[in-house]
């Protein structure tokens, strides 16, 4: 058992392989202050562009390739480290053993404590990155290419998943659907912009405006290439609970795109569309639980997290609720895959740490 030292100030170095980014970053925990110091991220997006989705052995074999130089990068200015933490599961099992077993075989020879951190606990605490911080009961929407769910923090140390997805996460219907309608990879971004294009064009079409429909976050006025405007479902937007479906959604994008002969403009009509329907039940879902737990803040957090329509409707939702509740959202480095949301989660767990031969990686691990 190594001696460990306690000291005050703790640097943490973090490690995150879970997926397509290969991820290093220094967490300072001084006291109740937590800061970020370094964040180095390796995105592998030009390798799996071509295959319209991430390749699992590409991925661990580029993990392999860069983990060393991205984590001496992350230690750069900072090199007394008192921690590790690195992301267990879950995840692409043969990515996460790269991170793991790097961050073992250091925690090992330098004798230092691990924490194994889960992801989802990584993206949640990405909303912890600056002050002021989520105050609790905090309700916490987490959309990642491989998860959403609704999430309930009453402290730190209890966490209540309240719902999640039965099929596919949000960032995969994201990914799919832009795979369906050819727009590229990552398929986030790239619907994104196509639904930015849509709204730029129809708002200079002239002609007259399809029947506004009041959606459930904030109406949108749209004009259609088509001579029916393109409607898709909000699945389990009725539903009690605080479960997603998504691959429906996709299945209904598909019958779309066939039934307008896959002309070019309706494509960007039906990302507008995909889009917006995922959003609304997204803020559907979250608005329904916010109402029956009451939070004093809302968190947004994952991949799809860096959607500007989500964020800014989100936004508004949350402003339109008859209590105060504060609404977070990271910054849009800290939304997708990196190191510094697994430091941060490690930071306010310290006391899970533990010697490198207990730590184990799950790719199905849950919260
Ligand atoms: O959290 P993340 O980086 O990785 C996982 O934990 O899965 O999330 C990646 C997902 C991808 O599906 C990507 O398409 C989606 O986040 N994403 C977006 C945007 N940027 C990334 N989805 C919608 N809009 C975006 N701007
Ligand atoms: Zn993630």
């Not at 194994?116 to 987490?142: C, D, E, M, Q, R």
């Not at 994201?174 to 990879?185: E, I």
């Not at 939070?295 to 991949?303: Q, T």
Request: aromatic residues 8%; positive net charge; glycine residues 6%.
């Amino acid at each position: 058992m190594p001696r460990w030292k306690w000291r005050f100030c703790m640097h943490i170095l973090a490690i995150e392989t879970s997926c397509d980014e290969t991820a290093a970053a220094v967490i300072e925990k001084n006291g109740s202050n937590i800061k970020i110091l370094s964040n180095v991220i390796a995105s592998q997006i030009d390798l799996h562009k071509k295959f319209g989705g991430v390749f699992p052995e590409i991925a661990s074999r580029a993990h392999a390739e860069k983990i060393i130089t991205v984590s001496e990068e992350a230690l750069k200015e900072n090199k007394d480290i008192d921690v590790i933490a690195v992301t267990t599961g879950p995840g692409l099992i043969g990515s996460l053993l790269v991170g793991v077993n790097f961050a073992k075989t250091l925690a090992f020879s330098k004798k230092l404590p691990i924490i194994g951190v889960n992801h989802w606990l990584g993206h949640i605490y990405s909303n912890w990155a600056k002050k002021p911080y989520p105050t609790f009961p905090a309700l916490v929407l987490i959309v990642s290419g491989g998860h959403t769910g609704l999430v309930l923090m009453k402290s730190h140390n209890k966490i209540f998943t309240l719902g999640e997805t039965l099929d596919d996460a949000a960032g995969e219907a994201f990914d799919k659907v832009s795979n369906l309608l050819g727009l590229g990879y990552p398929g986030g971004p790239a619907i994104s912009a196509a639904a930015e294009k849509y709204k730029a064009s129809s708002e200079t079409k002239s002609g007259s405006q399809a029947p506004q429909e009041v959606l459930y976050a904030a109406p949108v006025e749209r004009i259609s290439f088509c001579d029916e405007r393109v409607k898709l479902p909000r699945p389990m937007l009725g539903s009690k609970d605080y479960n997603f479906s998504f691959s429906g959604l996709k299945t209904a994008v598909l019958y779309e795109f066939k039934k307008h002969h896959q002309n070019n403009l309706v494509k960007f009509e039906i990302a507008s569309e995909f889009q917006q329907a995922v959003i609304d039940v997204l803020i559907g879902k979250t608005t329904q639980a916010a109402y029956e737990f009451k939070p004093k803040s809302i968190c947004l957090c994952g991949g799809v997290s860096a959607n500007k329509e989500l964020r800014e409707q989100m936004e508004k939702a949350v402003a339109a609720l008859p209590w105060k509740t504060t609404y977070f959202v990271p910054p849009i480095n800290l939304s997708t895959d990196n190191a510094a949301m697994i430091g941060l989660a490690a930071a306010y767990h310290l006391n899970q740490k533990t010697t490198w031969d207990k730590i184990i990686v799950d790719s199905n691990l849950k919260l």
